[in-house]
C-alpha cells in the first residue's frame, strides 16, 4: 500500500523559505514519480512540481520556477520541495503525490499541463501560509 507522509509547512513572511518533506513507503523508489500539488481556499488544486525519481527529471509550473527546488533522497523514501522567495499567493495547503513513473511520463508526453495532473495516490496535507 503506497503512504505518503507530508510534513514542513508552517507560517512564514513574504520572502522567506520552507522545506516540505514527503516520507514514501509501500513501493520501490524508483519506479515511481513523486510530486507536490497545492489547494488554496475557493480553488481548484494544481501541481506544482513533481520528480521522476529513476532519472530525477524534474518538472515545475511557471509560477514556481526559480523558487521552488524539488528533490528526492532515494536511501530515506523521501522527496522534498524547497520553496524559497515565498509569496502570499503560494498560500495553500500542500499535499505529496505519487504514481508509477510511466503513467507521469506519458502524461506529460501527451502535452497536457502539469497542474491538472491528478494523482492516484496522495497524502494528507500539510500548511503553508505566507503573511504579507
Known amino acids: 500500500e503506497v503512504q505518503l507522509q507530508a510534513s514542513g509547512g508552517g507560517l512564514v513572511q513574504a520572502g522567506g523559505s520552507l522545506r516540505l518533506s514527503c516520507a514514501a513507503s509501500?513501493?520501490?523508489?524508483?519506479?515511481?514519480?513523486l510530486g507536490w500539488f497545492r489547494q488554496a481556499p475557493g480553488k481548484a488544486p494544481e501541481v506544482v512540481s513533481c520528480?521522476?525519481?529513476?532519472?530525477?527529471?524534474?518538472y515545475y509550473i511557471d509560477s514556481v520556477k526559480g523558487r521552488f527546488t524539488i528533490s528526492g533522497d532515494k536511501a530515506k523514501n523521501t522527496v522534498y520541495l524547497q520553496m524559497n522567495n515565498l509569496k502570499p499567493e503560494d498560500t495553500a495547503i500542500y499535499y505529496c503525490?505519487?504514481?508509477?513513473?510511466?503513467?507521469?511520463?506519458?502524461?506529460?508526453?501527451?502535452?497536457?499541463?502539469?497542474?491538472?495532473?491528478?494523482?492516484?495516490?496522495r497524502g494528507q496535507g500539510t500548511l503553508v501560509t505566507v503573511s504579507s
Open positions: 503525490g505519487a504514481d508509477r513513473g510511466t503513467y507521469l511520463t506519458r502524461y506529460l508526453s501527451s502535452g497536457e499541463p502539469l497542474e491538472i495532473y491528478e494523482w492516484d495516490n
Open positions: 509501500g513501493f520501490i523508489f524508483d519506479d515511481y514519480a
Open positions: 520528480i521522476i525519481n529513476s532519472d530525477g527529471t524534474t
